[in-house]
């Protein structure tokens, strides 16, 4: 009887895991091993709040925030780090918070759009966006105002970009800085003027 190559491959791997077992224990047994999850303990300040959490080595920030912490105001969109609605700011930078597991922020200082502010005590970026009508649908206003916030920041410490006309001089709060540093967080709302002019307005008030 001759056996196909591919037959013959299985047949070989299934040979070589069986040797590789300890005897005592079954092949059912071993199955349900492999099944199990790598688990880790993490702590993680999250607006202002130390969480203890236990999960999976392979979960993302992004559903540590919604599915453990059920924070849902960052949103999972793309889930490619291509849309930035979940961008939330980390250690004082944004992330997307798609695109980094949660036990990479043991210890990390996490905001998220609940952390900056609340329908009663709201965020100036907040209230700038909601005069402006920077948010239409809303899905991704959080990871808009997040990535807002942070560009401020960032434009405010000196941290260049590929608008600014130097890199040793300080970058200037104005439009072409915001375009350039917003361009990662996508609205198909469209409302991207909108959102310049609520980022233009905070960005006037002193810090």
Known sequence: MTISRRRFLILGAVTAAAFAMPPFISLK???ASLEQPAMAKLTINVNGK???LEVDNRTTLLDALREHLHLTGSKKGCDHGQCGACTVIADG???NACLTLA???EGSEITTIEGLGMPDTLHP???AFI???GYQCGYC???QICS???VLKEIREGIPSHASPSLTEAPQLIASEFQERMSGNICRCGAYSNIIEAITEVAQVPA
Do not use: C, E, L
């Open 141 to 143: 206003t959080p990871g």
């Open 103 to 105: 036990v990479m922020h």
């Open 125 to 127: 970026m907040q209230a």
């Open 148 to 150: 807002a916030v942070a």
């Open 50 to 52: 130390p969480q203890a």
């Open 131 to 133: 005069k402006h009508d």
């Open 29 to 31: 047994a071993y199955a």
């Open 93 to 95: 930078r944004r992330i």
